[in-house]
């Protein structure tokens, strides 16, 4: 009891390339197309990420994706991306269905911290369970990243979470809100199990209570 | 002070509070799938963690499934291993109860749930799927979690999270013949969009709700987080009690007299303060189709594709635009001018018995369109298909030129072989018509029970309270 394992990858600073989805409500299908969910592992979900804006065939799970033919068109797919570890986006990201397939997709594909204007809930939330940073951001400052970034090529962010601040290259410091439980967990790449289970006498008592006052819960 | 239900749910699960707020909350009932499931179990065994209390677990196989054909079982290798796994996991772990591919019982997962009686007013019930808002209709506080939120759940019986800000809906007056739940949640959507229930936790209300039955405040809290919401709910009371009263895992005797006792108090308090209130006037809504990739992207059916040039917002306006061009609909085009392929009538949104029914009472001495490439009824669970056999809908259906399927999620996700061709269009009483949803390429409208049915019927959308006067 009590032990808390470090399981995540801790998140503290990021000097990153950064690449930017113009569009608002991308929804997770869109992150990872469903043929994928069909998998039972957690990792290697990166090369399929976007599939199907990404590629111009169909993909399967199994598929050889270097040998695929890529969409010039995705953003992504251009060569002054290559590399992005931040990905700027709109309103609403990751909206629809609850896989957490579209955050180990990010995260496998190598971005390890999302600013937008705001964030699906059940995709904020994880997020934070795979060590991928979703920064909330006003949408003036969004704009203005945008603008920086197709203005400029090779645009880099610099993110630290301890002090909450995002710096742009011209010097300018955005800061962001995060919940300190969560920031805490990041920080150190807590696993929130281990976390939790130091209360394991707490919650013993209150499903105790509950059983009692309520026993059809538990029949 | 005067708590919301909200609250109420709230407050009777908190275990544990840390200081910026996030809470340790209670699970009651955890529902349990193929599909986000694998890796859960997995990490609980990497980590050599237990159940905390297998028997709060319900399981099914059903996003993987097939809808025909169930004699040559699974045929899809990719599939059938993730099905496997969770059989062997169920094995391996427990569960409270396992309705396996092919059981009788089995279905899709916000369908036992309910039919079983294994969601009780007053739970907290959480499953790796968005769609879990769906139970709220018990007046449950009923999520969508990610995986590791699954493992989460399994090992320690709790969620961490914060408390959710309150939205009152209130919908009044009587709806049109024709005009059903689906309508008023997508006209809901239509009005505070996507992301307007972010962050909030929904409470249904008002004379319209109370009429509905319990499939239909189902249909209404499943698209609670097409809204943006994670929970949608709406209050205990009569039609609620009446619905559970004798489901196979509700309680009996003294027991039920306690619980329905407990149950009427989950209500929020008269004066209850919420963070927002929107009214919706029901007696004016009509039938909703909606006409892009995004299910805030609607209209009526006796309006048009609207025009994206006369949206003053630039990002708003791009999407507009690429969901036309996605849609391969012009501006200004008459949403009876629209011409459909396929038609499905299934998923956790409208499966139910009664949603066959009202489906049913359209299709009945008609036949579907020469155009119509397919249209398909997939029951929601085992028990929903026998009890249609039962009063001979799938006869109605069969005899208009339906096909009538085993359950399970089919093309609401397209995970198995029901699944739209790229280009084709489809009328659907799911939930979501995002980009590919519905296979690669296919162009999906949401729409009512009767409206999918109406549409097989002509190839088009019509007016189905044309068609019930
Ligand atoms: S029917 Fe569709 S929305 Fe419902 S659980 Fe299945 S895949 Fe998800």
Request: charged share 25%; net charge negative.
């Amino acid at each position: 009891m009590g032990q808390v394992r470090v399981t995540m990858q801790a998140f503290t600073q990021l000097d990153g390339l950064v690449a930017a989805i113009d569009r608002a409500n991308v929804d997770t299908d869109a992150i990872i197309p469903k043929q994928f969910l069909k998998l039972i592992q957690r990792s290697g979900f990166g090369p399929n990420l976007f599939d199907e804006w990404r590629y111009l065939d169909h993909g399967e799970p199994g598929m050889d994706n270097s040998q695929r033919p890529l969409n010039p068109q995705f953003v992504l797919n251009a060569p002054r991306y290559r590399g992005a570890q931040i990905l700027l986006t709109r309103e609403n990201f990751g909206c629809g269905s609850s896989r957490e397939h579209a955050p180990w997709a990010l995260e496998d594909y190598g971005f390890r911290a999302l600013i937008g204007t705001s964030y699906a809930d059940i995709f904020f939330n994880n997020c934070f369970k795979n060590g991928l940073l979703p920064i909330p951001l006003p949408q003036a400052e969004i704009d203005a990243l945008f603008a920086q970034v197709f203005a400029t090529e090779g645009y880099r962010l610099k993110i630290d979470l301890d002090s909450q601040t995002v710096t742009r290259p011209d010097g300018e410091v955005l800061r962001f809100d995060i919940e300190p439980f969560r920031k805490h967990c990041l920080l150190n790449g807590l696993d929130d199990i281990g976390l939790t289970l130091r209360h394991a006498d707490k919650i013993r008592a209150f499903e105790d209570g509950r059983r009692a006052e309520q026993p059809w819960l538990f029949s | 002070m005067p708590q919301t239900l909200y609250a109420k749910l709230w407050n009777s699960h908190v275990v544990h509070q840390e200081e910026d707020g996030t809470a340790l909350v209670y699970i009651d009932r955890h529902l349990v799938h193929e599909v986000t499931s694998p890796q859960a179990f997995e990490g609980l065994k990497l980590a050599g963690r237990k159940p905390w209390r297998i028997g709060s677990v319900v399981a099914t196989a059903d996003h993987n499934t097939p809808t025909d054909h169930w004699d040559q079982g699974i045929t899809d290798p990719v599939s059938r291993l993730q099905v496997e796994t969770l059989d062997a996991n169920i094995a391996a772990f427990g569960a409270k109860v396992y309705f396996p591919f092919r059981d009788a019982r089995q279905g899709i997962v916000h369908v036992i749930g309910p039919e079983q009686g294994a969601t009780l007013p007053g739970m907290t019930v959480v499953c790796g799927d968005s769609h879990t808002s769906t139970h709220g209709a018990f007046a449950c506080l009923a999520q969508g979690i990610g995986t590791s939120e699954v493992e989460h759940v399994l090992a320690t019986q709790c969620l961490l999270q914060k408390k959710s800000k309150t939205m009152l809906i209130r919908v009044d007056g009587a709806l049109q013949t024709g005009v059903s739940a689906k309508d008023v949640v997508l006209a809901i959507i239509g009005r505070i969009g996507t992301a307007g229930g972010t962050g909030y936790a929904i409470e249904f209300a008002g004379s319209t709700i109370s009429g509905l039955s319990m499939e239909g405040r189902m249909t209404l809290c499943n698209m609670a987080i097409e809204a943006g919401a994670r929970a949608g709910m709406v209050a205990v009371d009569a039609t609620t009690v009446e619905y559970v009263r004798g489901r196979p895992f509700a309680p009996i005797g003294a027991d039920w007299d306690k619980a329905v006792a407990c149950w009427r108090t989950l209500v929020s308090d008269p004066g209850a303060r919420f963070d927002q209130v929107i009214e919706i006037d029901a007696g004016k809504l009509k039938p909703q189709v909606t006409w892009g990739t995004s299910p805030e992207m609607v209209t009526t059916v006796d309006g048009e594709v609207p025009d994206p040039t006369l949206e003053s917002n630039p990002v708003k306006r791009e999407g507009m635009e690429r969901a036309l061009a996605y849609m391969d609909l012009a501006p200004g085009t008459s949403i009876k001018a629209i011409r459909l392929d396929r038609v499905f009538i299934g998923s956790c949104t409208n499966s139910r018995i009664e949603d066959l029914r009202a489906a049913a009472q359209v299709v009945a001495g008609r036949k579907v369109a020469p155009t119509i490439r397919q249209a398909l009824v997939v029951p929601g669970s085992g028990l929903v298909k026998a009890e249609a056999e039962r009063e001979g809908l799938d006869r109605t259906f069969i005899d208009a030129g339906f096909e009538w399927r085993e359950p399970g999620c089919s093309m609401c996700l397209a995970m198995n072989d029901d699944r739209l061709e790229p280009g084709e269009r489809c009328a659907s009483t799911s939930n979501r018509n995002f980009e590919g949803r519905q296979g690669a390429g296919g162009r999906t409208h949401l729409v009512s029970p009767q409206m999918a049915a109406a549409a097989a019927i002509t190839g088009y959308f019509s007016d189905v309270r044309d068609w019930l006067r």
